[in-house]
């Protein structure tokens, strides 16, 4: 046999075997289609999931000049301070910070309602910081409820009641600081201690209580 003939030979006798499935044939089933507004929900559903991990991601990846801007509330001792030999340098270091914007400052009407009486330097130290720097917090039933527990327990005697709002103040405003240089009535261990003891029992978180001098060498 010639090896042109082989070769055609061969090739008849080779069997090729296959299936084809159609998966649309034999899998695919019709069904009604879903309404546009489910499918709307369930893109906007997705969206915001993809979002809320971005955000974690991102937040877990930020870095020390996307940080939370501290917020920190100040009583009237500090512009006081401003004015004071003793406490001026660390007062006006404190306030420039608020100026810059590189911290938040919270005021309260307390404050707000004792500076009206002081001297106008003093005055002027609190108008110095802009605006939009500056979170206002007003006096609520909650505020003097919480004073009044505070007077209650001991912290500070009923003359001192304004101590004990600057105090309430700061802890429902979510401060993270408590800024004073009242030594005797706030930034004290003992009334500190008495004051953890009822924002516990009540369920909020205590801000940092120090002076001026105390948070700028913590924060540098």
Not at 77 to 85: K, M, Q
Not at 120 to 147: I, K, N
Request: glycine share 8%.
């Amino acid at each position: 046999m010639l090896p042109g003939a082989a070769d055609a030979w061969y090739k008849s006798r080779t069997v090729t075997t296959g299936y084809e499935i159609s998966f649309n044939r034999d899998f695919y089933r019709l069904g009604p289609m879903r309404p546009l507004a489910e499918i709307q929900a369930d893109s906007v559903a997705l969206e915001t999931q993809t979002e809320g991990l971005l955000a974690e991601i991102m937040g877990g990846m930020a870095g020390p000049s996307e940080a939370k801007t501290c917020r920190v509330y100040v009583d009237t001792s500090v512009f006081g301070g401003c004015e004071e030999n003793e406490f001026r340098v660390p007062s006006r270091r404190l306030l420039e910070r608020f100026s810059r914007g590189e911290l938040i400052l919270i005021a309260s009407r307390t404050t707000l309602n004792e500076l009206e009486p002081a001297p106008g330097p003093v005055r002027m130290a609190f108008d110095a910081v802009p605006r939009e720097h500056v979170v206002f917090v007003e006096t609520t039933d909650e505020v003097r409820r919480l004073a009044s527990r505070y007077v209650a327990v001991g912290v500070v005697g009923p003359a001192k009641m304004d101590d004990a709002l600057h105090i309430a103040f700061a802890t429902l405003a979510g401060a993270d600081r408590l800024v004073s240089w009242n030594y005797k009535h706030i930034v004290n261990d003992r009334r500190i201690g008495l004051v953890n003891a009822v924002n516990r029992e009540l369920g909020h978180e205590t801000p940092t209580i120090c002076t001026p001098l105390s948070f700028l060498d913590d924060d540098s």
